[in-house]
């Protein structure tokens, strides 16, 4: 028998996040999240050093991330849900998953029970 090899092929993938939501409502700013993610995004152990491996683009109110190393979904959530923390808008903002990579950002549904209201 033939010995198994492993063939190393450069996989791209690209990552879409929706802001219009929030974009609209002029409380999130896709520059400003482009920004958090080129100088927060970790490589190989180092910070903000992109190189060719990682774009980050906005696309109108989308923010694109496309990839060419090993980069997930989870680590896209974990960093957006940081910068939503440090701009204090995380209480009202959620992160959430649409299709495979592709997600949306979206306000908590603030729906007031009217049964409740109407007991009392």
């Not at 903000?48 to 990682?54: K, S, T």
């Not at 959620?94 to 007031?112: A, C, D, G, H, M």
Request: aromatic residues 10%; hydrophobic residues 30%; neutral net charge.
């Amino acid at each position: 028998m033939a010995p198994i090899t492993k063939k190393t092929s450069n996989v791209t993938k690209t990552f879409t996040v929706d802001c219009a939501t929030p974009t609209e409502n002029g409380v999130f700013d896709p520059e400003s999240y482009v920004k958090y993610l080129v100088e927060h995004i970790k490589i190989e152990g180092h910070v903000g050093q992109l190189n060719e491996q990682i774009t980050v683009s906005t696309e109108g109110t989308k923010v694109v991330v496309v990839s060419s190393t090993k980069f997930s979904g989870k680590y896209l959530k974990y960093l957006t849900k940081r910068y939503l923390k440090k701009n204090q808008i995380r209480d009202w903002i959620r992160f959430i998953s649409v299709k495979k990579n592709e997600y949306k950002l979206q306000f908590y549904s603030t729906s007031v029970d009217e049964e409740d209201e109407d007991e009392e």
